[in-house]
């Protein structure tokens, strides 16, 4: 909401981009904590985000549509003069000043317009989430019985993980030159080939190429797209309901794909049944991005919501 539209798309993916540069940082703090003081100090590690929050917290503005959509006009005046260089007097009767607190609810976003794009979302998301928590639950075991050392697994996860946040930012810029449905489209797609291409390798260069590049399109890169769309998709009336709701999916996901994979791989002992299972899942979240996504490249959220309402 507090973006230019014109760069919407690399500077919100370039958010998503700092979430997979973490577990970049988290792959090689495990290679020196884990070792030293097992599992157990990743947890304490993992705390510290938390008392960030608390801080940045404080400085987090509340969302200026929300605010004059709950007729709190002064607050969201307040906002705006803290971060724009434009009076809010001259622009008091914009049409974002609407119909004040309207009533919300799952049936918003799955009538109208607004019905086979959710449906898109919802099974981008799912394939997306399969593909991502599946590998971050299993990759360093995967590596493992590939031969790989502990430390050697974690290093090569660290550097997957890294590509998937170049693929972040990157594919964000692509989605506002390209377009949303098309980028979106083409990282489902190229990571999923290059992820089933990934379960062929047998060479230590050919493991870190592959994966590098599934990270890339099919957990960076798709990452950036999806999330970046669903927030611009919704109006701000019920677009944390969408985005939530997405977000559940995505975490039903997260439960699936590591113990289906984990079955998978107890059952059989092959690692490219694993690497296959979840390219089909990708190229499967590119089928429903060229068929269900609504197109919102260099359109503002205003222009969105009508279209998607009318």
């Known amino acids: 909401e507090f973006v230019p539209v014109r760069h919407?798309?690399?500077?919100?993916?370039?958010?998503?981009?700092?979430?997979?540069?973490?577990?970049?940082?988290?792959?090689?703090?495990?290679?020196?904590?884990?070792?030293?003081?097992?599992?157990?100090?990743?947890?304490?590690?993992?705390?510290?985000?938390a008392l960030i929050f608390i801080v940045a917290f404080a400085y987090l503005p509340?969302?200026?549509?929300?605010?004059?959509?709950?007729?709190?006009?002064?607050?969201?005046?307040?906002?705006?003069?803290?971060?724009?260089?434009?009076?809010p007097d001259t622009v008091a009767n914009s049409s974002l000043v609407k119909e004040v607190i309207?009533?919300?609810?799952?049936?918003?976003?799955?009538?109208?317009?607004?019905?086979?794009?959710?449906?898109?979302?919802?099974?981008?998301?799912?394939?997306?989430?399969?593909?991502?928590?599946?590998?971050?639950?299993?990759?360093?075991?995967?590596?493992?019985?590939?031969?790989?050392?502990a430390v050697h697994s974690f290093a090569y996860t660290?550097?997957?993980?890294?590509?998937?946040?170049?693929?972040?930012?990157?594919?964000?810029?692509c989605m506002d030159y390209l377009g949303r449905r098309?980028?979106?489209?083409?990282?489902f797609f190229l990571g999923g080939?290059?992820?089933?291409?990934w379960g062929f390798q047998t060479t230590s260069s050919g493991i870190l190429l592959f994966g590098m590049l599934t990270a890339f399109f099919g957990t960076g890169g798709v990452a950036g797209c999806m999330f970046t769309y669903i927030c611009e998709l919704y109006p701000t009336q019920f677009r944390a309901t969408g985005s939530g709701i997405a977000t559940a999916w995505q975490?039903?996901?997260?439960?699936?794909?590591?113990?289906?994979?984990?079955?998978?791989?107890?059952?059989?002992?092959?690692?490219f049944?694993?690497?296959?299972?979840?390219?089909?899942?990708?190229?499967?979240?590119?089928v429903a991005a060229v068929a269900l996504m609504y197109e919102t490249k260099g359109k503002t959220l205003e222009e969105i919501a009508a279209h998607l309402a009318g």
Request: hydrophobic share 55%; glycine share 12%; net charge positive.
């Open 8 to 49: 919407r798309g690399v500077l919100a993916a370039g958010t998503i981009s700092l979430w997979q540069f973490a577990g970049l940082l988290a792959a090689l703090v495990a290679i020196l904590v884990i070792p030293a003081f097992t599992w157990r100090g990743m947890f304490v590690v993992a705390a510290i985000p």
């Open 62 to 87: 509340e969302s200026i549509r929300f605010l004059v959509h709950r007729d709190k006009v002064d607050e969201a005046e307040a906002i705006v003069r803290r971060f724009s260089s434009v009076d």
């Open 102 to 149: 309207v009533e919300t609810g799952l049936r918003d976003i799955l009538r109208g317009r607004y019905l086979p794009r959710t449906l898109g979302v919802w099974i981008m998301s799912i394939t997306w989430a399969m593909a991502f928590f599946g590998l971050v639950a299993w990759l360093p075991s995967i590596l493992i019985r590939m031969g790989f050392t």
């Open 158 to 173: 660290a550097a997957i993980v890294g590509a998937g946040a170049v693929g972040d930012f990157l594919c964000g810029w």
């Open 182 to 187: 098309r980028t979106t489209s083409t990282c």
């Open 193 to 197: 080939i290059s992820m089933i291409a």
């Open 251 to 271: 975490r039903i996901g997260g439960i699936i794909a590591p113990s289906v994979l984990g079955v998978v791989i107890a059952a059989n002992g092959s690692t």
């Open 273 to 286: 049944d694993s690497f296959l299972v979840l390219g089909i899942i990708l190229l499967i979240g590119g």
